[in-house]
């Protein structure tokens, strides 16, 4: 009878443990917010929590790419808006420079604005981006990863956007703005023509930097929605769902605590009869 009724004491307490091991638990995870304390909790959803938040850690880099890219295609496309204004300023100067009529006076007016602009075009060629380095690369272009599968540069170089054939834009308007203030009419023709080739030029440069807006938009908002994924998923498998955890941690202390009653009750029952 007295080892019976110790057998079951035993198993009373330590069932009770159990469940005052798991109301601990409970709270650890309210207190923290994080279900899992322990890669023993769940081994499975700890490998893949740690293969989500390297890939957050790569997503977040990537993003900074992206936006960094956003940026630069920005810039460039201003500065390449601006060219291809003072280029059709140009274009009228040259006209007006090409007309037998223009008189020597007003041709070294024209010569030195055509210069002026070139000097405006050099200083947009050596602009620096918002990182502090050059907005148009000098040598080669740095392509930057956006994703697992994008890898470009969002912005062409200096010589792709400020030389036509190898020579430069600012050159074609210096040699014009020359050959204006001489008087050299058949050199001021190639001038024209020239400068309609540079401004052609620069409506291919502003559509290609458009298009690399564009697949960088698209590329971030697939980087949003991808990393709203991800944190959704990691948060299922990581984060403690306070309503349902507090829930049942209320169930769980007040079974602890009846089964606690029953049993100080039975335990004293059970020595009185003992006693007697």
């Given at each position: ?21 798991r109301i601990a638990d409970k709270q ?249």
């Amino acid at each position: 009878m007295i080892n019976a009724t110790g057998n079951r004491m035993t198993q009373e307490i330590q069932r009770q443990s159990r469940m005052a091991k798991r109301i601990a638990d409970k709270q650890v995870q309210i207190s923290t917010g994080k279900r899992l304390q322990r890669a023993s909790d769940n081994p499975v959803a700890t490998t893949r929590i740690a293969d989500l938040a390297r890939s957050q850690a790569n997503d977040t880099a990537r993003a900074a790419n992206i936006s960094l890219g956003i940026s630069l295609t920005s810039q460039a496309d201003v500065s390449l808006r601006q060219m291809s204004n003072l280029l059709a300023r140009a274009k009228e100067l040259t006209l007006a420079g090409a007309n037998a009529a223009t008189s020597a006076a007003d041709r070294g007016t024209i010569a030195l604005e055509l210069a002026s602009l070139a000097d405006e075009i050099d200083s947009m060629a050596l602009a620096k981006a918002a990182n502090d380095q050059p907005l148009f690369a000098s040598g080669a272009n740095m392509a930057i990863r956006f994703d697992d599968n994008s890898i470009f540069a969002p912005v062409p170089t200096r010589a792709e956007v400020f030389e036509v054939g190898g020579v430069s834009i600012t050159q074609t308007l210096r040699d014009t703005a020359t050959a204006i203030a001489a008087g050299n009419m058949a050199q001021v023709a190639a001038g024209n023509t020239a400068v309609d080739g540079a401004i052609n030029h620069a409506a291919d440069m502003i559509a290609a930097v458009g298009l690399n807006a564009a697949r960088l938009d698209r590329l971030n908002e697939n980087s949003a929605q991808r990393a709203i994924s991800t944190a959704e998923e990691r948060s299922s498998l990581e984060d403690t769902d306070l309503s349902a955890a507090i829930a049942e941690l209320n169930g769980m202390t007040l079974t602890l605590e009846a089964a606690q009653a029953a049993f100080a009750r039975i335990n004293r029952r059970t020595l009185m009869d003992f006693l007697s």
